[in-house]
């Protein structure tokens, strides 16, 4: 028998730049995360590729289109996933599994166009966000323990995501520090979207339907800002549509279209937040999932709806200002 392995070295955190903004750092230096939402579905095989080689095809087909990251939404990969993010050399932003019991619409939708923060810590809160039971709740830690145990080694795990949209959300700012003591090679984006408690690493926001402006930063604010989740526009490929009521964020009916405004969301509107003070970008999303078209690839993966140098231009406008290293 023949067995063979690999590692890694390399560091993760946050740190200033040269104009002493928090920026995400890789290897003590300033590094943009351009990343792209990855639910893991396959209409083959639902949350189970049908090979290696189709997990192969999705990383190397979003590192061709410039990305760097991909975020792992709400789903605990196999380590082969994992070990070819390692090989082929993709960042790993790693959801948990959220949980809970019944989420309701406005305190996990609504927040998305308007302005609604809930105090995690509070027995309604905890309700509306559906963790009101505290066997759940405890249920949820052990979860996060085990899954930071069974990821520690992997290489190319950069962040840590506990709660995504308020969904099963309750003491994020605790479970941010727990996840922290578990594991502090890894930064922690405690509460993704919204309902911010102020804790963890990073100051998250999700925007979808609107532009996107960096918000006023307190002096007090020291975390980095991210957009951790933007974007979502669909496009309908016909013969590669699964759903019978396609869902989108902004909706286009030709290629053309949707390349027009995609660059422009990224040489536009972004590039230059990018610049000022944004750390890291997870446009939504890698591939269709069932309803949701608004993959950048069809549920099946045959289609690339943009020719691929106008999603590499757009990319190529997110840049950090080139730091000076003494």
Do not use: C, I
């Given at each position: 028998?023949?067995?063979?392995?690999?590692?890694?070295?390399?560091?993760?955190?946050?740190?200033?730049?040269?104009?002493?903004?928090?920026?995400?750092?890789?290897?003590?230096?300033?590094y943009l995360h351009i990343g792209v939402l990855?639910?893991?579905?396959?209409?083959?095989?639902?949350?189970?590729?049908?090979?290696?080689e189709a997990l192969v095809h999705d990383f190397t087909e979003m590192k061709r289109l410039g990305f760097t990251m991909l975020r792992k939404d709400i789903k605990?990969?196999?380590?082969?996933?994992?070990?070819y993010c390692d090989r082929l050399?993709?960042?790993?932003w790693q959801d948990l599994v959220n949980g809970g019991g019944r989420y309701r619409?406005?305190?996990?939708?609504?927040?998305?166009?308007?302005?609604?923060?809930?105090?995690?810590?509070?027995?309604?809160?905890?309700?509306?966000?559906?963790?009101?039971?505290?066997?759940?709740?405890?249920?949820?830690r052990s979860e996060m323990r085990r899954t930071v145990e069974h990821l520690r080694n992997v290489t190319s795990l950069a962040v840590w995501v506990p709660f995504n949209e308020g969904w099963g959300q309750f003491d994020a700012v605790s479970v941010a520090t727990e996840v922290a003591t578990?594991?502090?090679?890894?930064?922690?984006?405690?509460?993704?979207?919204?309902?911010?408690?102020?804790?963890?690493?990073?100051?998250s926001k999700h925007v979808y339907e609107r532009p996107f402006t960096a918000p006023r930063r307190r002096a007090d604010e020291r975390?980095?800002?991210v957009l951790s989740e933007y974007g979502g526009y669909d496009l309908a490929v016909e013969g590669h549509v699964w759903g019978e009521k396609p869902f989108g964020y902004r909706r286009f009916t030709s290629v053309d279209a949707l390349g027009e405004a995609f660059l422009r969301l990224h040489e536009t509107e972004l590039a230059p937040v990018v610049g000022h003070d944004l750390s890291a970008v997870v446009y939504?999303?890698?591939?269709?999932?069932?309803?949701?078209?608004?993959?950048?690839?069809?549920?099946?993966?045959?289609?690339?709806?943009l020719p691929e140098d106008l999603v590499r231009r757009a990319l190529a406008a997110l840049t950090l200002r080139p730091p000076s290293y003494g």
């Open positions: 028998d023949r067995v063979t392995s690999y590692a890694g070295m390399r560091s993760f955190g946050v740190g200033p730049d040269d104009d002493g903004k928090p920026r995400l750092l890789l290897n003590g230096r300033p990855d639910q893991g579905y396959w209409p083959d095989g639902l949350l189970t590729a049908a090979s290696d605990v990969e196999p380590l082969r996933w994992y070990a050399g993709m960042l790993v619409t406005p305190v996990v939708s609504w927040p998305g166009r308007w302005p609604v923060r809930l105090r995690d810590d509070r027995p309604r809160s905890r309700w509306l966000l559906g963790r009101a039971d505290p066997a759940g709740r405890e249920e949820f578990l594991d502090p090679t890894r930064s922690v984006d405690h509460a993704s979207g919204w309902h911010d408690q102020g804790g963890g690493d990073l100051w975390r980095v800002l939504t999303q890698l591939s269709d999932v069932e309803d949701e078209v608004n993959g950048l690839l069809t549920y099946d993966r045959e289609v690339l709806k």
